[in-house]
């Protein structure tokens, strides 16, 4: 079963404009960590957040993590044609190994130039 | 340096019939994960390495899908009698294991499609 739940599942923008994404998740966790695909590539991974941080930044990403709601956020600013991919979140249960990521179905975000 | 590696890239097999799915992972790399993604979907989580520590195997979806790991390094995952509903692309990371309890390096992952 999935842990996190991304929203929107797909997300259309201009160039220049801040995407936003939004992952909701369902247990208690260790941390949070988003990772991008492009389109018939592997998976790259982008930030990760603990428990006990609240929002963290790299470079054009900004990511929130809220443990009393179970969400966090993604922010990417200023975005580009090459930002175009899904966008997973990913989290780890306190009660689970550490190597056992729960992710989410993404959004698909589209830029467009 | 070379990343991930998997073989093979695509496989078209028939139903019923046994698959070997590998995984090459970045040298050192002492973690080595396999993950499934339907189309469409996230990753499902299968099964994960951890040096000489015994597997998490939790998320095979059956025993008819076991995974192996020879010398620490190199991986294969092998799905008995396969079924329509195995169709997927099977992908693989790996990663340092101190300090770094995530899989950062995934391989391209291979397509199997089965008929």
């Known amino acids: 079963s999935q842990q996190g739940e991304e929203d929107p599942q797909a997300l259309s923008i201009q160039e220049g404009e801040n995407a936003t994404m939004n992952c909701s998740y369902k247990?208690?966790?260790?941390?949070l960590q988003w990772y991008r695909q492009n389109s018939g590539r592997g998976l790259v991974h982008l930030i990760l957040?603990?428990?006990?941080?609240r929002e963290k930044h790299s470079g054009r990403l900004r990511v929130t993590l809220d443990t009393s709601k179970k969400s966090s956020s993604l922010l990417i600013t200023a975005s580009r044609a090459a930002d175009t991919a899904s966008y997973f979140c990913?989290?780890?249960?306190?009660?689970?190994?550490?190597?056992?990521?729960?992710f989410g179905a993404g959004t698909q975000v589209v830029v467009t130039p | 340096g070379a990343g991930v590696s998997q073989s093979p890239s695509n496989k078209v097999t028939e139903k019923g019939k046994d698959v070997e799915l590998r995984c090459d992972p970045i040298?050192?790399?002492?973690?080595l994960y396999w993950y499934r993604q339907s189309l469409g979907q996230g990753l499902e989580f299968l099964i994960y390495?951890?040096?000489?520590?015994?597997?998490?195997k939790s998320g095979l979806p059956s025993d008819r899908f076991s995974a192996e790991r020879t010398g620490g390094s190199v991986s294969t995952l092998t799905i008995q009698r396969t079924q329509q509903e195995d169709s997927a692309v099977y992908l693989c990371?790996?990663?340092?294991?101190?300090?770094?309890?995530?899989?950062?390096?995934f391989g391209p992952g291979t397509r199997l499609l089965v008929l």
């Open positions: 390495f951890q040096g000489n520590s015994a597997p998490d």
């Open positions: 990371a790996s990663s340092l294991a101190l300090g770094q309890g995530y899989p950062n390096d």
């Open positions: 247990t208690s966790i260790n941390n």
């Open positions: 040298s050192g790399h002492t973690a």
């Open positions: 957040i603990r428990s006990n941080e």
């Open positions: 990913a989290t780890v249960s306190q009660t689970d190994s550490w190597g056992k990521l729960q």
